[in-house]
């Protein structure tokens, strides 16, 4: 997982072995497992706020995206504190303008889940048309959650409807590799939670957050002139106001 890499851990790369070496590898092995200890320790810290801030349906949007956050400085910028960085974006962004941008993809998902299973009851042409509709909302769904929680965390003002349609343009941009990618990690994982839920306790949420934030954040750096324009034209419009 991503939390283990060198920069998560805070160390750099290890140097080639030399011969004779032994004592100063041994010690300093130790600080190495000490940060792994500390990783390990922190993915939990952050799934047990994360799992405890999302009982409350209506707070899980919220939760979903400070953790995101938390994530986000974790991976790119070495801040390993993630509980203290949950509690500062769940207390810092606006709950209702949160909730309302990153809900409607997850509500699109759920009723697209829900349509596919409703369709895939019975094996006519009918129902096939509606289970293959239900299959590519779903799809669409999840990417553009995906990104709309990687754009948030980059751009918590971002108006929602700026951030749905950034996330829909992203989904376009990306069809052949992170977009399914990012999809199916979301598939993946809600099905584990659903065929195991006792996984929600030992860090699988955020496992899988982290694999979609890296995924999506994948997916905006290589449509990056289009996150550009766009935000360049929201500040002019913020200017004419």
């Known amino acids: 997982m991503s939390f283990f890499s060198p920069a998560a851990l805070g160390r750099p790369k290890a140097a080639a072995r030399k ?7 041994a010690s300093a092995g130790k600080p190495q497992v000490m940060a792994v200890l500390t990783a390990i320790f922190n993915v939990m810290a ?4 994360l799992v405890i801030s999302c009982l409350p349906l209506i707070t899980a949007p919220a939760a979903l995206q ?8 974790w991976q790119n910028e070495g801040d390993d504190r993630v509980v203290r960085q949950f509690i500062l974006a769940l207390r810092s962004r606006r709950f209702w303008h949160t909730t309302l941008t990153v809900g409607v993809p997850l509500v699109a ?21 509606g289970v293959g509709l239900g299959i590519a909302g779903l799809l669409l769904a999840l990417s553009s959650s995906g990104f709309v929680l990687a754009l948030g965390a980059q751009q918590p003002d971002l108006p929602s409807t700026d951030a749905w349609f950034l996330a829909v343009s992203l989904v376009a941009r990306n069809l052949l590799v992170a977009s399914p990618l990012l999809a199916g990690e ?15 306790v030992i860090g699988a949420p955020v496992g899988v957050l982290a694999l ?30």
């Open 19 to 25: 011969p004779g070496a032994a004592p100063e590898e």
């Open 46 to 49: 952050l799934n047990g706020v």
């Open 66 to 73: 400070a953790a995101t956050v938390a994530i986000d400085r």
């Open 109 to 129: 998902a759920a009723l697209a889940a829900t349509e596919v299973l409703f369709f895939s009851r019975a094996a006519t042409a009918g129902n096939g048309v």
């Open 186 to 200: 979301l598939i993946a994982g809600s099905l584990l939670l659903l065929r195991d839920p006792a996984l929600a």
């Open 212 to 241: 979609a934030s890296r995924t999506a954040r994948r997916g905006i750096e290589r449509a990056q002139d289009l996150i550009d324009f766009d935000i360049e034209t929201l500040d002019d419009r913020e200017v004419d106001q």
